[in-house]
């Protein structure tokens, strides 16, 4: 009977019953902010693959700590532009670094905001690559994982010690989460949440974040620690592995190619899973938006609902203050 199937129809465009019956829900509050911090003063340096995105002095990263909180956006995640690069990336465990005195100064003023620092040493190695470097089996450079993961564990404890709510790593490399855990809790950090990078793809949509983080590796690539883009089982089975090994939450990156692994990694693990909507689909967005082939907004919007209903419990976004805004005039 066509009857009652076109009345529902019609009552689901509808407004507010619309609303009613809508499976999924996009909040301002399912949203992490990315910025780029680094040294120095009263300083933004655009990016220029990522529109409306700077690199940031930790003055003007408060001043959007305080945007965050206005728009009810409830985290920040910092990635750290060091001064000094090193073979090791002594930079990321300095207890003055860029980092960590933008973690005391975002908690000083904005106690509430959550603060998740990125914890890898991409940014502060002067290769690019995201650990200490050994000498392969065939003579070339390759990353050492054991020796890595130490100096990921002491970072992770100084970043505790600047009054950080959750460490993300995003290193890829094996038994990570458990040294972490383990360190961070002998250190007197039991509580400290770790959100932990389990599937992360050796992706191509990784570029414009290259350009902003200084991270570009001098050779060859990270396909070695990073996962095939064609790997799904994999990816569960690393997300299991990680909640073995005491992850909070499970992260998948980054978040539109990888929509069914988001879906399975929360199905499989039952966990919260965080996923990165990472800069190439911003610059995607943003330069289809400039050449006007789209609408940004509901492009942005049917975006990040869309990441949520894949099975997303938190979304990492560049978006988020556009789209918190957007949200907000929606109601």
């Not at 040493?121 to 000498?135: D, N």
Request: net charge negative.
């Amino acid at each position: 009977m066509p009857f009652p199937t076109t009345r529902m129809r019609r009552m689901r465009r509808t407004g507010a019953l619309r609303g009613l019956v809508r499976e999924t829900q996009l909040d301002a509050g399912d949203f992490v902010y990315p910025l780029f911090v680094t040294h120095g003063t009263d300083r933004r340096e655009p990016i220029e693959a990522m529109p409306g995105i700077s690199r940031l002095t930790i003055d003007h990263v408060v001043a959007e700590a305080a945007e965050a909180v206005a728009l009810g956006i409830p985290a920040l995640m910092l990635f750290g532009i060091p001064d000094h690069k090193d073979e090791e990336g002594s930079s990321a465990w300095d207890e003055e670094g860029v980092v960590q005195l933008a973690i005391r100064a975002i908690k000083d003023a904005h106690p509430e905001l959550l603060v998740i620092p990125d914890l890898c040493l991409c940014e502060y190695t002067s290769h690019g690559h995201c650990g200490v470097l050994r000498a392969g089996p065939d003579g070339l450079p390759s990353v050492d994982n054991d020796a890595t993961v130490e100096l990921l564990a002491r970072t992770a404890i100084t970043y505790a010690q600047a009054g950080a709510d959750m460490i993300a790593p995003s290193d890829m490399m094996d038994g990570r989460v458990g040294l972490l855990r383990a360190e961070l809790d002998e250190a007197g950090f039991p509580d400290l949440a770790i959100m932990a990078h389990s599937a992360k793809f050796a992706s191509a949509y990784y570029g414009p974040f290259r350009e902003a983080a200084g991270s570009t590796p001098a050779f060859g690539d990270r396909r070695s620690y990073q996962m095939d883009p064609a790997n799904g089982d994999e990816a569960v089975r690393e997300a299991l592995l990680d909640v073995q090994e005491g992850a909070d939450l499970v992260l998948v990156k980054p978040a539109l190619p990888y929509l069914d692994v988001i879906r399975r990694v929360k199905d499989a693990t039952g966990m919260p899973v965080a996923t990165y909507n990472v800069s190439g689909e911003y610059a995607m967005v943003k330069a289809a938006a400039a050449a006007g082939y789209i609408d940004e907004r509901a492009v942005v919007i049917e975006t990040l609902t869309s990441i949520r209903r894949a099975g997303a419990d938190v979304v990492i976004t560049y978006h988020a203050k556009d789209a918190a805004r957007w949200l907000s005039e929606m109601e």
